[in-house]
Structures are given as C-alpha cells and as structure tokens.
C-alpha cells in the first residue's frame, strides 16, 4: 500500500492539491491549502515542538537536512519544492517519513511536479512568483499549515483557459481549479460550494463525503464537528467531533490512537515511527509494525519468499497502476503533465 502526504498534496500542487494519486492518503490531499474551518489552535504548536527537531535528521535513512536547497544551479521550481518538503517535514514529520524518507528525496520528486509549472500553456505561474513562493514558505508557521492555510504569494493569479479547456494545472484555468478525477489532464471549472452534491473530491474545496449521496464538506480541525475523513491530520473524527491524533512520543491505547505512519508500542503505551526503509530492504505492513517501503516511490512486494521493496514505474517507463510519485499511470505510460493541449 503507498501512503502520501500531501498532499503532500501533497503528488502536492502549490496551493492546493486534487485527488490525483493512485494510492491512499494519511494526509491532505484534496483541497489541501485551501483554508481551515473553526477550532482552537492551542495545542498546534505544542503538537508540533516535538517533530521539528525531528525533522532536521530529514527521517529514515536521510542524506540531508531540511530546508530549501541553495546550490548553485537550483531552478525556481526546484527551490519551491524544497520549501514545500521543508515544512511538511518540520510540522507533519511523521507522516512525510512514511512518503518519502527524508527531504532531500522529497524535494527531488516534488520537483518534477513544480519545473514544468512555467512552460505549462497558460499558466500564470512565473520564475519570480515561485522563489517568492518559497521563500514565505520558510517563515510559515506550523499552526497555519495545519489549518489548511497557504501564504497568499503561492495561491496563482487566474490562468486563461475559460472553463471546459484541458487543463494540467489550476494555474492554466480562469476559474482558479482544474478539475481532476485522478486523470493526467483535467477540465476546467470551478468548484462546487460546500453542501453541494457531488461524486468526486476534486470538485470541492475540501471533501466529498458520505454514504450513498455524497456532499460537499469543508475541512474540519480539533473540536468541530465532522464525519470521517473530513478532519485535517494530525486530527481524525472520534465520535463526532475532531479530535487530535497522537503524534510521536504522544501516549497512545485504544482509545488513544496515533496519526498516520505511527504505531502504538505495546512496550512504552507511546506513539513511534513505523520505520521506514528502502528498495531491496525488507518489508512489512503497517499494520504489522513494518517496516514499510517508502511510499512515494516503492511497494513491498509480498510474492516474494522474504518480501521486500520494490521500485515503482517511473517517469516515462511502463505502467500498470502505480507509478513513483507525483508521476500516474496514463495510457499504459508513467506521466507528470500529459498533453493536455488546450
């Protein structure tokens, strides 16, 4: 099973991120920085303190540490991928391990999202606004991004396709969205308001929710009310209302539970990283303990005598379902932005 964050969408866009992976999510992935409904944000910044540091090791097996790459060669879609790992691995720690491991790997994959952002037909998006971008990315605080919240310079100005175009991006489209339903390319439009009927996930700000008829739902923080799926991590729906997930070192039971890419030890009753290892290593499933394969780019394949991890399809090689992240499986082929000509 492949676990992404962000949505880390988040396979992330910019400034929000569509239901456009192929795989489950512990994390916003939909609708994913679109702004935060009601809810104290008391305990964000304690919730937080312990995975900044963290961070800095850049998770399992990390070859870096965090924050937005400075060589000499780096692009502007290079540098706002780095600050987006950057601060999903300072304020959702646990989590972008499971996906990616460490920062260094995160930023690499991300980028092959954000470079082509600027050559993408009608895209508002410019050199200039993704280093502005990524720079109010690193002064961002944790208790805004874990509201849903976004610094304003990376919400990107109106495309101009007008609605119905194709679309790969919601920076091509007048309407501020494009539409898409896990497809390469999308359709622009716009969405729908919260409490409005629908099918799919991308067609609202949020969430579509519910058994049988589904409805429009706008994300949800600690103490709301909700339904599941509706609350934004590390927070999940207990009975009605959002509450917060124990994060690691948090205690954790049965009625305790730990976040997303954590599990409970029975030993200490606190929430730990499910480690977290790499192609050939071997493997597990989470619900095992682990450990699990990195998610953004392997599968622990069980068919084998000892099951260990195994590289997923990438860019521009074949596919039958999932390929690495942000990458999906279009025409039998693994693709970032397909040719989505408007």
Known sequence: MRLVWGC???AM???GCGAESNHPQPSRDSGFDTGGQGGSTASLDAATGGSTAAAGSGGASSSGGAGVSDGPTETPGHALAGARCEIVFRCLVESATRSYGNV?????????????????????WTAGAMLTCAADYAAFQCSEYLRNRVPTSCIPAPGALADGRSCSDASQCASG???????VCGTCGSKLPDGSSCTDSTQCEWACLGTGAKTC????????????????????????????AG??????????PCMAGLKCDTVSGACAQIP???????????????PVCIG????????????????????????TGICQLPATCNGGTCQVYGSCGP
């Open 247 to 256: 994060r690691i070192g948090s205690p954790c039971g049965t009625s305790l």
């Open 217 to 244: 739902l706008a994300a949800a923080w600690v103490g709301d009310a909700c339904v599941t799926g509706q609350c934004l991590p590390p927070s999940y729906c207990n009975s009605g209302t959002c509450a917060l």
């Open 296 to 319: 953004a780019t392997s599968s622990c394949d069980t068919s084998l005598a000892t099951p260990a991890c195994v590289a997923d399809p990438d860019v521009g090689e074949a596919c």
């Open 104 to 124: 260094d790997l995160c930023t690499d994959r991300l980028a092959l999202r954000y470079e082509p952002l600027l050559s993408l037909p009608s895209s508002s």
């Open 276 to 290: 977290v290892v790499g192609v050939g290593e071997t493997c597990a499933t989470a619900s095992a303990g682990g």
């Open 177 to 183: 969205a494009c539409l898409n339903p896990g497809a």
């Open 13 to 15: 866009s910019v400034a």
């Open 8 to 10: 880390i969408g988040l």
